[in-house]
């Protein structure tokens, strides 16, 4: 598309989250760190355009990437007036070598407004919109602290996808309460909502997170390696072919990760998932029926 190669460059716009200033609650979800979920590596106290300049060149350095994206990820990026929103996006698609956005947010943090704005960035950037969905089940919401339900993510996900805005879900695998049979309904139901990337999560243990608390309590313990692979094997088959899955696991970051240590060996990780694959014969969406009707309640 770009004719080149093309890195996310992650930042932190200083945004809260509505389950952490106090509006559905002060404590955040369990997995959740003091930084935001999954920002590791971002240079703190710097403005948007110096952000995306350092990291930049890390990318560089690291993947010699010769164009970027800007990667709005720390918390929850649409969770401001429009008003405020809208100078942070266009600070950032100014930069020099910068082709499009991504924005990470909640599902209960998309008014019509906001997504009519993204639709219209759309139109003349490469534009992706990453909706924390998580579970597709109301009881694990619950146990992640999560504060909105599935409901409210589908109304989310309907009302950008109408748009025409290119919508990512993330969504976490090996939750406790959770059987293959619901990790194969939550494939089946992003292709009922028509979405048109996934990002695959194991529920990493995290230091300075409730769900390092209840880790040491010994209540809850992450699945093993096998154990994941099998998941996202089972996940893949059922996701339909044309749903780009962007992710299917992640390193945690290495000095805050309490478990699973397994987990930091990611490309070996990544091949075991190949091997698997390769081992049942099978592919993506091999076993994708058809969408699940309108019914669909969550449990």
């Not at 694990?140 to 909105?148: E, I, K, P, S």
Request: charge should be negative.
């Amino acid at each position: 598309m770009f004719g080149c190669k093309v890195q996310r460059v992650s930042i932190d716009a200083g945004f809260t989250c509505p389950n952490r200033d106090g509006s559905l609650d002060t404590e955040g979800c369990i997995f959740c760190g003091g930084s935001g979920s999954g920002s590791y590596g971002i240079k703190r106290g710097l403005d948007v355009k110096g952000q995306i300049e350092d990291g930049k060149e890390v990318m560089r350095r690291k993947y010699r990437a010769e164009r970027f994206l800007a990667y709005f990820q720390a918390y929850t990026n649409t969770y401001a007036p429009l008003s405020e929103l809208s100078p942070l996006f266009e600070e950032a698609l100014s930069v020099e070598e910068i082709v499009g956005l991504i924005v990470a947010t909640r599902p209960d943090a998309l008014p019509d407004e906001v997504l009519h704005y993204f639709s219209s960035l759309s139109k003349t950037s490469y534009f992706w919109l990453e909706i924390g969905v998580q579970s597709i089940h109301d009881r694990t919401l619950g146990f992640l602290n999560r504060r909105h339900d599935h409901k409210t993510s589908v109304s989310a996900i309907e009302r950008a996808v109408k748009l025409g805005i290119r919508v990512c879900a993330h969504l976490i695998l090996g939750v406790p309460g959770e059987s293959i049979s619901d990790i194969h309904e939550t494939a089946n139901e992003m292709n009922r909502l028509g979405v048109h990337g996934v990002k695959l999560h194991l529920l990493h243990v995290m230091k300075g997170t409730a769900l390092e608390e209840i880790f040491r309590r010994g209540d809850f313990a992450p699945p093993e390696r096998g154990e994941y692979v099998d998941m996202v094997c089972d996940f893949i088959e059922r996701i339909d072919k044309t749903i780009l899955i962007h992710r299917v696991t992640g390193d945690g970051g290495g000095d805050n990760l309490v478990s699973p240590l397994w987990s930091l060996k990611k490309f070996e990780v990544l091949n075991h998932i190949d091997s698997e694959l390769e081992r049942r014969g099978s592919e993506q969406g091999v076993f994708a029926r058809s969408p699940l009707p309108p019914t669909f309640q969550p449990l």
